[in-house]
């Protein structure tokens, strides 16, 4: 009886306890704070951008959402001085275009593990370095539906990641971007700590032979391609790529439900190594989307009938130009029975013109003048061998 009171009372203080140090944990720690900005512990929430000279250099982390005043990230928006302790950014939904190059820079944001930039409007263009010079203790890059429809991503998305790869980044989130191809990543690039990469509902409607293989992306866990565009994946893409991670305990486990395969002939390497790969983790989620019947949309590509059809994206030059050598050949054969009616119709007409022709041609055979011109020509041509008229 004692001992059970015991253990209650003891039960008590440590939730008194645990309760005093939640209270604490929600109660500012910093000594100054912008007005805009609510302060818990050491993280600030802001309503508007910051004054930075009143953000704290103890603050661990800033979050600044729903800010849609600021669409350029440059120079003069950077903090006025280093934020040492800074491990968490986020600016979500705040109709971000444009990133100065070094805003991310290590020197102001040395301690920077995650950056959440989820629902913006980035327009990265062919040259810009995103997050040049950003701090090597990276681990999360989040770019949830962050770009505004980038109009040529190859081009574009190629040196956002370049200065990404040197950091201990773990997961990168590209999932709901309008990216369609991916670039692939420059030779030499390697991803040593990434884990996790997500490009979920990104619009893909092809992956580039050479873009996810085990040289770049040595530690990669994780790949979710589903809910994307794709219709096919190409055989180099599964002997270079996916099958680069193959082995018999592989690490990476991939994600390729919710696309529109073309269940068509062309599918059948990628059926084949379907049935035989285990690096993909939703393979029954991995189904026809345009199949030759509609019957069969949404049926498991795995032990679907695969008839030779040409698919959505591949155009068949044969059957192109078939229909219209057909159409040209009826409107030959009309046009030739036309001739042939009114030839008949009006035979009488075509009768009385060749017996007026060959009359007119007898009188001047006949006539003295049209005589001397023939012999004329027989003179001129004397090989001529003369045959009699
Ligand atoms: C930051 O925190 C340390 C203790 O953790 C404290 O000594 C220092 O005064 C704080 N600085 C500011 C500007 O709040
Ligand atoms: C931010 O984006 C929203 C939605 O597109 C738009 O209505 C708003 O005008 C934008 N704000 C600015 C300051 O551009
Ligand atoms: C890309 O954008 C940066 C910054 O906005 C600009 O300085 C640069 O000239 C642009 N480059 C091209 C090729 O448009
Ligand atoms: C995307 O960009 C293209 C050309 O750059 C333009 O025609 C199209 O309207 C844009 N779409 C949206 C949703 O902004
Ligand atoms: C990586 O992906 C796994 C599985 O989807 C998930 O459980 C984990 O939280 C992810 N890690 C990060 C850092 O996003
Ligand atoms: C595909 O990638 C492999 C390995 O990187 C390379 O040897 C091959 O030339 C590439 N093929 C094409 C068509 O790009
Ligand atoms: C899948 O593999 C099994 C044997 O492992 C084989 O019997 C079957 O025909 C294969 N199916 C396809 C569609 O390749
Ligand atoms: C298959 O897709 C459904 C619906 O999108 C989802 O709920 C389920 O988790 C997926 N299964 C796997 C194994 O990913």
């Not at 991503?153 to 980044?169: A, E, I, R």
């Not at 997961?171 to 709901?176: F, H, I, P, T, V």
């Not at 293989?213 to 893409?237: C, E, G, M, T």
């Not at 040409?310 to 009826?330: A, Q």
Request: hydrophobic content about 40%.
């Amino acid at each position: 009886m004692a001992r059970s009171e015991q253990h209650l009372s003891l039960l008590i203080v440590l939730v008194l306890s645990m309760t005093a140090i939640a209270v604490q944990g929600s109660r500012c720690q910093l000594r100054t704070r912008p007005d805009s900005c609510l302060c818990s512990g050491t993280a600030l929430t802001c309503s508007a951008w910051p004054v930075w000279k009143m953000v704290s250099e103890n603050t661990t982390s800033l979050t600044v959402s729903g800010v849609t005043t600021l669409e350029d990230l440059s120079m003069a928006y950077q903090p006025s001085r280093a934020l040492t302790k800074l491990t968490t950014l986020i600016l979500t939904n705040d109709n971000i275009s444009n990133i100065e190059e070094g805003w991310f820079s290590g020197t102001i944001f040395p301690a920077l593990e995650e950056v959440i930039l989820d629902q913006n409007k980035l327009t990265p263009n062919a040259t810009q370095k995103m997050f040049a010079q950003v701090s090597e203790e990276l681990r999360l890059l989040s770019l949830r539906a962050a770009f505004l429809n980038i109009s040529s991503p190859v081009q574009n998305l190629k040196h956002v990641f370049s200065d990404v790869k040197g950091t201990k980044l773990e997961a990168l989130r590209l999932d709901s971007n309008n990216i369609g191809l991916l670039p692939s990543f420059p030779k030499g690039s390697k991803f040593l700590a990434l884990r996790n990469l997500t490009l979920h509902n990104s619009d893909l409607i092809g992956i580039q032979n050479g873009t996810f293989q085990k040289r770049i992306f040595p530690n990669l866990q994780n790949l979710d391609l589903s809910n994307n565009k794709l219709v096919n994946v190409d055989k180099l893409v599964i002997d270079n790529d996916f099958n680069s991670f193959a082995s018999e305990q592989p690490s990476l486990s991939i994600r390729l439900g919710g696309n529109p395969f073309f269940c068509n002939c062309k599918l059948k390497a990628f059926q084949a190594w379907l049935n035989t790969t285990n690096l993909v983790a939703d393979r029954d989620n991995v189904t026809c989307g345009d199949a030759v019947e509609t019957s069969r949309r949404g049926q498991p590509v795995l032990g679907s009938q695969l008839p030779c059809r040409p698919g959505p994206d591949e155009v068949d030059v044969e059957n192109e130009l078939r229909p219209s050598y057909i159409i040209l050949s009826v409107i030959l054969a009309l046009v030739g029975l036309l001739a042939l009616i009114v030839l008949y119709l009006r035979r009488n007409d075509i009768k009385d013109y060749f017996v007026g022709v060959y009359t007119t041609t007898k009188e001047a055979f006949t006539s003295r003048h049209g005589y001397d011109d023939i012999n004329r020509v027989r003179r001129d041509t004397p090989e001529m061998t003369p045959t009699e008229v």
